[in-house]
């Protein structure tokens, strides 16, 4: 858990308490650290044999507070573009150890260029685009979302930083329950909006951001053969695109109706979920559901009188079926039983 006070329990607030409707509530976002972020994240693709989709571990470290480390870690932060304010707290070693996932190093494409080199690998990871879209939807599949992706998270078409997503479930996320018997924390379409705002980060902070970066180098090394220079690849159509474009008049099967759910985000953007994704990773949990309160049959395995069969055996008499097995009640119980009168 986080030892900073911003992120001390308990968390009171739920959703919508703080007025904010484009965000999650506080526990949501602060009751995981980083590295517990990516050890129920990397756990999950290994549970449901989808490792393929990120980059592949092998365990973790713990690395103790030395002052050797502690100057190499202010080396690393001088060399970063945005630095955190203190490198040390990130990585939760005031307190203890820093954990760290271990990770397959994951080769850049060669390129000899130092001013351009950075920006040359953003440029040609285009080819990897389609794989990458269709990986971000297994993970919505598998009950991931990631939160904060951008180009920064791929290496080479890999996905290497999960150190924010969230699974499905979550403790101060919506219950999975269809009986809602859990703290509702979070409405119950708050992972299908967050899948939505990954769509949105892919193609605003991703597709769009290669064509930025694409236009840089081309000024930068004009000339430079090899390289592809169109992305007709959509994940999510941007606000900026549907009003500058003419109104139709058929209705997109992905197309949400309106009044638009808010698309809820961390970076307080007021957006709306116009389009749903592919996958409700809430949908995951219904797999391990967490109301079980349905009897189970008897299977077999016992014989005598006064023990019932697992199926109900049917008679024909002249044709009419009698001993018709009675039509199942409602799988939670939830029909009410009235009297006739």
């Known amino acids: 858990m986080w030892k900073e006070p911003f992120a001390q329990l308990p968390y009171t607030l739920a959703y919508g308490d703080n007025g904010r409707p484009y965000t999650c509530c506080k526990g949501f976002y602060f009751h995981f650290t980083p590295f517990e972020n990516e050890c129920r994240t990397f756990g999950r693709l290994k549970d449901v044999g989808r490792e393929d989709l990120a980059v592949k571990v092998h365990g973790y470290v713990a690395l103790s507070p030395t002052d050797t480390i502690a100057k190499k870690l202010e080396a690393a932060r001088s060399t970063m573009i945005s630095p955190y304010a203190k490198l040390v707290w990130f990585l939760g070693m005031d307190n203890g150890p820093s954990m760290g996932i271990v990770k397959d190093w994951v080769d850049e494409v060669e390129y000899d260029d130092e001013y351009t080199y950075d920006l040359y690998q ?90 930025e970066d694409l236009a840089r180098f081309l000024k930068a090394k004009p000339g430079t053969k090899g390289l592809r220079k169109t992305c007709r690849i959509q994940a999510y159509r941007l606000p900026k695109e549907t009003t500058e474009l003419r109104p139709r008049g058929r209705w997109r099967q992905d197309e949400e109706q309106q009044p638009y759910l808010p698309m809820l985000n961390h970076r307080y953007e007021k957006l709306v979920m116009t389009q749903a994704p592919r996958h409700d990773p809430l949908d995951f949990a219904k797999q391990t559901p967490v109301v079980t309160n349905v009897k189970k049959r008897v299977t077999g395995g016992a014989k005598g009188r006064g023990v019932k069969k697992s199926v109900a055996k049917r008679k024909q008499v002249k044709g009419k079926m009698i001993n018709k097995p009675k039509a199942p009640s409602s799988r939670y119980d939830l029909r009410s039983h009235t009297v006739k009168k």
């Open 122 to 211: 953003q440029v040609v990871q285009v080819s990897h685009f389609p794989r990458m879209l269709e990986g971000l939807r297994e993970l919505h599949k598998h009950g991931i979302v990631v939160l904060d992706l951008s180009a920064r998270q791929y290496v080479n078409g890999t996905l290497v930083d999960l150190s924010m997503a969230s699974t499905v479930p979550h403790p101060f996320g919506p219950d999975p329950g269809p009986l809602g018997l859990g703290k509702c924390w979070q409405p119950r379409w708050a992972f299908q909006s967050l899948a939505a705002w990954d769509l949105y980060c892919f193609q605003q902070d991703v597709i769009e951001a290669w064509k």
